[in-house]
Nanobody, 126 residues
Framework: QVQLVESGGGLVQVGGSLRLSCAASGRTFSTLAMGWFRQAPGKEREFLAAIRRSGGDTYYPDSVKGRFFVSRDNAKNTVYLQMNSLIPEDTAVYYC???????????????????WGQGTQVTVSS
């Protein structure tokens, strides 16, 4: 069973950048597609990015396209989320997640993801 641990969150000013990391345990990491979601207080979990197992295919919603970038290093069992031009609305808990092995359903559906990290807080101050 893959376990996920996020890091890199914190407090940043408007316009700043952060890079989140997600370290995965287990030897099957390179065979699995991964994703990032976030959840702000009182809001539903929001899809941010997904990356296929090879790293060649990435997916983003329009809300973050061009500001957020997902990447992975299979040799290090780590997936990253680079976040640029941050705004206060980006304040949330950010979660790394692993997709099901079938990797067939919609990327923005949290039900298609089967393992979740504990989350890391990102706060953008104005």
């Amino acid at each position: 069973q893959v376990q996920l641990v996020e890091s890199g969150g914190g407090l940043v000013q408007v316009g700043g950048s952060l890079r989140l990391s997600c370290a995965a345990s287990g030897r099957t990491f390179s065979t699995l597609a991964m994703g990032w979601f976030r959840q702000a207080p009182g809001k539903e979990r929001e899809f941010l990015a997904a990356i296929r197992r090879s790293g060649g295919d990435t997916y983003y919603p329009d809300s973050v396209k061009g500001r957020f970038f997902v990447s992975r290093d299979n040799a290090k069992n780590t997936v990253y989320l680079q976040m640029n031009s941050l705004i206060p609305e980006d304040t949330a808990v950010y979660y790394c997640t692993r997709r099901s092995a079938q990797d067939l359903g919609p990327y923005d559906d949290p039900n298609e993801y089967v393992v979740w990290g504990q989350g890391t807080q990102v706060t953008v101050s104005s």
